[in-house]
């Protein structure tokens, strides 16, 4: 007998619709939808998607309790072998909820398999919840990514023990009791001798890497400094004239705010990951640019830099930020700028 699966989408994979439906609430289909059919034929009869959960992005972050609710009614009523969950790819808003998913049925002792790229914002706790098998940025690798997870979700029905190297999922970080020929402190030995005379050796616990980043020297004058604004909330001039992308960025843009106090008239958010009614309503929220104004004609700071810098951060890649963040620095440091005023969301 196929073993119960439960799948999770979004409202866009789930064919409900696209960021206008975002906002919908938990609806549960007793068949498999969109990605969840293809999957199912990868199985190979080991399997059978008992329905598919759908929920929009902006919902299911918003509103945890109640999507576990609904979660918690499915597991009782159909009580799945497997969840998968995604894939989400680098869809930051989709891989958050995907990891809520991982996370309620992993405490449930439900097996989970999803996929994200490896900048998800939803990466690092879905990973240590789910089999997350890593993906390409982009859906249109969804060909090639769901036989992937099929392929885990198989040797999870069957009883099998996947391997993160052999089936390409991010490491899970968790501790799994196995038996060994031979005790830790001669499995160190042997590493240690390795590596003394240049042999190769896999460590059996290896080390997270980390950017150092050198602080830079502290301002020595603030009343003779001048100050610039940038910003990954998205705040452009009406209408987006550099059409900057409101998540993925691909490029920013700078603008001018000479002569102006505050950001009140021709500015909005383009942003895609946050609700934009208060940006929008007061775009200094985000580039507060009426603050420093008031600063600089109280003599705090020297001046405000003629130009303010943004781009959007949602689902923007690391390399894409590095990049974005050479730039500007390049162009900030020319024009002799003293610090810079960075504004997140």
């Given at each position: 007998?196929?073993?119960?699966?439960?799948?999770?989408?979004?409202?866009?994979?789930?064919?409900?619709?696209?960021?206008?439906?975002?906002?919908?609430?938990?609806?549960?289909?007793?068949?498999?939808?969109?990605?969840?059919?293809?999957?199912?034929?990868?199985?190979?009869?080991?399997?059978?998607?008992?329905?598919?959960?759908?929920?929009?992005?902006?919902?299911?972050?918003?509103?945890?309790?109640?999507?576990?609710?609904?979660?918690?009614?499915?597991?009782?009523?159909?009580?799945?072998?497997?969840?998968?969950?995604g894939p989400a790819f680098n869809a930051g808003r989709y891989?958050?909820?995907?990891?809520?998913?991982?996370?309620?049925?992993?405490?449930?002792?439900?097996?989970?398999?999803?996929?994200?790229?490896?900048?998800?914002?939803?990466?690092?706790?879905?990973?240590?919840?789910?089999?997350?098998?890593?993906?390409?940025?982009?859906?249109?690798?969804?060909?090639?990514?769901?036989?992937?997870?099929?392929?885990?979700?198989?040797?999870?029905?069957?009883?099998?023990?996947?391997?993160?190297?052999?089936?390409?999922?991010?490491?899970?970080?968790?501790?799994?009791?196995?038996?060994?020929?031979?005790?830790?402190?001669?499995?160190?030995?042997?590493?240690?001798?390795?590596?003394?005379?240049?042999?190769?050796?896999?460590?059996?616990?290896?080390?997270?890497?980390?950017?150092?980043?050198?602080?830079?020297?502290?301002?020595?004058?603030?009343?003779?400094a001048v100050i610039a604004l940038a910003t990954s909330g998205?705040?452009?001039?009406?209408?987006?004239?550099?059409?900057?992308?409101?998540?993925?960025?691909?490029?920013?843009?700078?603008?001018?705010?000479?002569?102006?106090?505050?950001?009140?008239?021709?500015?909005?958010?383009?942003?895609?990951g946050y609700d934009p009614v208060y940006a929008n309503e007061?775009?200094?929220?985000?580039?507060?640019?009426?603050?420093?104004?008031?600063?600089?004609?109280?003599?705090?700071?020297?001046?405000?830099?003629?130009?303010?810098?943004?781009?959007?951060?949602?689902?923007?890649?690391?390399?894409?930020?590095?990049?974005?963040?050479?730039?500007?620095?390049?162009?900030?440091?020319?024009?002799?700028?003293?610090?810079?005023?960075?504004?997140?969301?």
């Amino acid at each position: 007998m196929a073993k119960k699966i439960l799948y999770y989408l979004n409202q866009f994979f789930g064919q409900i619709g696209g960021e206008d439906q975002a906002h919908i609430a938990p609806q549960f289909k007793k068949e498999a939808v969109g990605p969840a059919a293809a999957f199912e034929k990868m199985l190979d009869g080991t399997g059978e998607i008992v329905g598919t959960l759908i929920c929009g992005d902006n919902y299911f972050n918003e509103n945890v309790e109640a999507v576990e609710q609904e979660m918690q009614r499915l597991y009782d009523e159909y009580k799945p072998d497997l969840v998968v969950a995604g894939p989400a790819f680098n869809a930051g808003r989709y891989g958050m909820a995907c990891a809520g998913v991982a996370t309620f049925f992993d405490e449930l002792d439900v097996p989970v398999v999803s996929g994200m790229y490896e900048e998800n914002p939803g990466l690092d706790t879905a990973k240590g919840a789910a089999y997350t098998v890593k993906t390409p940025d982009s859906a249109a690798a969804m060909r090639k990514t769901l036989p992937v997870m099929a392929n885990v979700a198989k040797k999870l029905l069957q009883g099998e023990q996947p391997n993160p190297e052999a089936d390409d999922y991010f490491v899970q970080g968790k501790r799994l009791t196995v038996l060994v020929d031979k005790t830790g402190s001669e499995r160190a030995i042997e590493m240690l001798m390795k590596r003394l005379k240049d042999e190769e050796f896999e460590t059996e616990m290896p080390m997270p890497s980390f950017d150092l980043v050198e602080p830079a020297a502290p301002i020595a004058d603030l009343s003779k400094a001048v100050i610039a604004l940038a910003t990954s909330g998205g705040i452009v001039p009406l209408g987006n004239p550099d059409r900057i992308q409101s998540a993925s960025a691909q490029k920013w843009g700078k603008y001018n705010v000479d002569g102006l106090d505050n950001l009140a008239d021709g500015f909005a958010t383009i942003h895609g990951g946050y609700d934009p009614v208060y940006a929008n309503e007061s775009p200094d929220r985000v580039v507060p640019l009426d603050a420093l104004r008031e600063l600089e004609k109280e003599g705090v700071i020297g001046g405000v830099y003629k130009d303010f810098y943004t781009t959007t951060g949602t689902g923007t890649a690391v390399g894409n930020s590095i990049k974005f963040g050479a730039e500007m620095g390049k162009e900030l440091k020319e024009a002799g700028v003293d610090g810079v005023i960075l504004t997140s969301t």
